[in-house]
C-alpha cells in the first residue's frame, strides 16, 4: 500500500496564512511540541507516529486559513482523550478557550474505535470486546453508541459551529488513511462518512470537503464501481484537457473583447458525484453529456450578469439548465450563476460564474468567516445567518431523546435539498424535499398543524401525502377543533416526512389521558398483528424487546406515538428471525430461487428485455444494448447481431444479479368496488417491487373481494403494503390471509 503524504511541522508552519503573527506561531509550534511529548510512542494503525495525525488535521484546518485558536485545538485534539494530559494541562498552557474546544472534540470523540477509523499500536479494539454479546447485539450496540456521538456533534453546531469544523478535519485525514484498518470497519466509516459528514460538510457549505469525503467514502463503500468510473476518466482525460484548454483560450478572447477580466479554469468531475447522475438520470457513463465544465472567477457582481449575457449571445443555452443562486442564495448561502449552452462542436458545456468572494464562500463556507475576519468585519453577518441557519433546521433537537430517530432526523430536516414555496399571502416557507401539506402546515404554526384536516395547491384540492414543489402555493383547510391523527405518524403512508412536524405529533398525544393512549395503543397494536395474519405474539416478549416494563406500558408508547407501528414490525421480524421465520407463519413455503434477473452496471431500475436473436440464459456471457424507447436488451457476447453493430457506444456492460429472496403470501382485499380500483392497487404493488402470482375476484352488491397471492421479502414490506392498500379510497380491509 502507498503512504499518505506525511506532513511535517515545516510544512504546517509554512501553510500558516500570512496575517498570523510571531506569536501565534510560536503558540502553534509550542503545541505541536506539547502534542508530540504527549503522543510519544503511540502509532497509528499505517504505523506511523500518531503525531502525523495531529499534524495532518492541524494543516486541514490551516487551509481552510482558521483562527490560531483553532490549528492549536486541532493539534491537541485527542491528547485528553488518549493520553495522561488533563484539561487543566491545557488551560494553563493555552487558555481557556482552545481548552473548550479541545474538550468539546473530546466529548464529540468518546464512541468506539470502530468509527473512528484510526487506531493505536498494542491497543485493544474496546469497541469489538464484547464477547458476553452476540454478534447481532454487539452490531446494535455499536451503530447505538455510533448514533449517540453523532447526535452529541450536531448538538455541538448550536453551541461552537468550530468544534464541528475540527471534527470534520479530523474524520478527512481518516478517510484519507483508511486503507489501513480492516475492510468490514472501512466500509462501514465510509458508508457513514457518506450518510452524515459528506451532508453535513455540503450543509456548511463546505464543498473542498464535501467532494473529498464523497469521492474517499465511494471508493470503499463501492470500490468496483469507483474503479471503473475512475478508469474510463482516465481513458478521456487527456482529450478532455486539450477540449478544455481551447474552450478556455476562446471563452477568455471573448470576454476580453468586451472589457471584462476573468478568471477561468476547467471544473474538475468528482467521481461520486458522476454515479449519482448516472444513477438519477438512468444513463451509463457513455450518455453522460455534461463531463466538461469551466468556471469563470470575475471582479464583481455585475460582470457576473453581463458574462452570462455574452455567453449566451455567442452560443445557444440548454433550456432548463439556467440558475440564478446569485438573486436566490442555496440555504447554505452558496452564490453563483450556473448555465449550460450548446458549444461549437455540438456537445453541452457547464459554465459557472461567480466572484472571488463568492468563489471562496462556495469552497469554505461558513469556515469562509475566519478569511475575511481581518479584512471585513461585515463577514460576521453571514457567519451569524449560517449559524442561525443552522439553529433554525434543528429547532426540534431537544424535543428528541432518541439517538437514532435524531438521526433520522437530521437526515430529513437537515441533509435534505430544500423546496420553496408560498403561503396565500406570499410569504416563502423553506423545507426539506419530500414535504407534505402537513409539515407544511406545523412549520407555520403548531395549532394549524393540529388542526389541518385538507389542502389546496395552486388552488387544487390536493391529497395529504402529496409531495410539495418549489413554487406551490399552499392553502391549509383546518378543522375548528380537535389533534392529528395517529395515522400521520404512520411512516408508511408518509403524510409527515420531517422531525420537526412528527415531534410536535408526539407531544400533543403524549398530552392526552394515560387510558386514552392505553387503549388507542392497544387497538392499533391489535390490529397490525391481525392485518399481518400473526398468532401467538408473546406480547410480554415484545414489550421488552422495546425496552418496556408490560404490555400496558407498550400500548401507552404506542399510543402517545413514542413507538412506531414500523418500529413493532420490524422487532416482530427480528424475533421471527430468531425462530427461522421470516414471516411469523408455521410451515413457511420455500423461498423463490433466482428468476435469472439481470443487473445492468450503474443503473438502477432500468428496463431489461432478453433479446429473441441470441436468447441468452443466466451463465451466458452477456452485454446490453441501449435501445429506443425498450430501455436495455441484453444480448449475448457473440450474439452476431451484436458484432455487426456499428454504434458500439450504445453497447454496456450488463451482469447476472442475484433475485432477492421472496414468499407467496396470501392476501384478502375488501372494498366498495368502483372505477380504477385495481388499477389503484396495482400502481402500489408496483411501486413496493411485489409481484403478483395469482388473482381472484369477486364482486357481489358492489362490495369487492380481492385474493390476490403476492411476492414478498419480509414482513415490514408486508406491513408496508398492507396498510398503503388499506388507506386507497372505499378499501375498507385489507389483510394475510391465515394458513390453514
Known sequence: MVKSEVIGIENLLDSLPEHFSAVDREMILRAYRFAEKAHEGQKRASGEPYITHCLAVAHILSELNVSPAMIIAGLLHDTVEDTDVTLNDIRGEFGEDVAQMVDSVTKLTNLPRVSRGDMREGEEDDADDADSLPPEEEDARKRALTQETLRKTFLAMGEDIRVVIIKLADRLHNMRTLGYIPEERRRRIAQETL???????????????????????????????????????????????????????????????????????????????????????????????????????????????????????????IPHEFDDYIAAPKENMYQSLHTAVIYDDGKPLEVQIRTREMHENAEFG????????????????????????????????????????????????????????????????????????????????????????????????????????????????????????????????????????????????????????????????????????????????????????????????????????????????????????????????EPKENDGSVSVLGLKGMLTTFARCCKPVPGDDIVGYITRGRGVTIHRQDCPNILQKTDKERIIKVNWGQAPKTYPVPVEIRAYDRQGLMGDISNVLNEEGINIIDVNLKVSHHLAALNLVLEVGDIAQLSRVLTRIENLPNVTEAHRVRPG
Not at 478508469?231 to 478521456?236: F, I, P, S, V
Not at 390536493?462 to 392553502?475: R, S
Not at 403524549?510 to 392485518?531: C, F, P, S, T, V
Open 195 to 317: 450518510d452524515i459528514f459528506a451532508p453535513l460538510a455540503n450543509r456548511l457549505g463546505i464543498w473542498q470537503f464535501k467532494w473529498e469525503l464523497e469521492d474517499l467514502a465511494f471508493r470503499h463503500v463501492n470500490p468496483e464501481k469507483f474503479k471503473e468510473i475512475a478508469d474510463l476518466l482516465a481513458q478521456r482525460r487527456t482529450d478532455r484537457e486539450t477540449q478544455v484548454r481551447e474552450i478556455i483560450a476562446r471563452l477568455k478572447s471573448i470576454l476580453e473583447k468586451e472589457g471584462i477580466e476573468a478568471e477561468i479554469t476547467g471544473r474538475p468531475k468528482h467521481i461520486y458525484s458522476i454515479y449519482k447522475k448516472m444513477q438519477e438520470k438512468s444513463k451509463p457513463f457513455d450518455m453522460l453529456m455534461d463531463l466538461r465544465g469551466v468556471r469563470l472567477i470575475v471582479p464583481d457582481k455585475q460582470d457576473c450578469y453581463a458574462a452570462l449575457g455574452i455567453i449566451h449571445t455567442h452560443w445557444r443555452p
Open 366 to 589: 461558513i469556515a469562509a468567516h475566519w478569511r475575511y475576519k481581518e479584512k471585513n468585519k461585515q463577514r460576521d453577518d453571514t457567519y451569524e445567518q449560517r449559524v442561525n441557519m443552522l439553529r433554525r433546521l434543528m429547532d426540534w433537537r431537544q424535543d428528541v431523546l432518541s439517538a437514532q430517530e435524531f438521526m433520522d432526523g437530521m437526515k430529513t430536516d437537515v441533509f435534505k435539498d430544500r423546496v420553496y414555496v408560498f403561503t396565500p399571502r406570499r410569504d416563502i416557507i423553506d423545507l426539506p424535499v419530500n414535504s407534505t401539506p402537513i409539515d407544511f402546515a406545523y412549520h407555520v404554526h403548531t395549532e394549524i398543524g393540529h388542526r389541518c384536516r385538507g389542502a389546496k395547491v395552486n388552488g387544487k384540492l390536493v391529497t395529504l401525502d402529496y409531495q410539495l414543489q418549489t413554487g406551490d402555493v399552499v392553502e391549509i383547510l383546518t378543522a375548528k377543533h380537535g389533534g392529528p391523527s395517529r395515522d400521520w405518524l404512520n411512516a408508511n403512508l408518509k403524510l409527515v416526512n420531517t422531525q420537526r412536524a412528527r415531534s410536535k405529533i408526539r407531544a400533543w398525544f403524549k398530552q392526552q389521558d394515560r387510558e386514552q393512549n392505553l387503549e388507542q395503543g392497544k387497538e392499533i397494536l391489535e390490529h397490525e398483528i391481525k392485518r399481518l395474519g400473526l398468532t401467538d405474539v408473546d406480547l410480554e416478549l415484545l414489550a421488552h424487546s422495546l425496552d418496556y416494563r408490560t404490555p400496558e406500558d407498550l400500548y401507552v408508547g404506542i399510543g402517545c406515538g413514542d413507538v412506531s407501528v414500523s418500529k413493532i414490525v420490524n422487532k416482530l421480524g427480528d424475533l421471527g428471525r430468531e425462530k427461522q421465520d421470516p414471516l411469523l407463519v408455521p410451515n413457511a413455503p
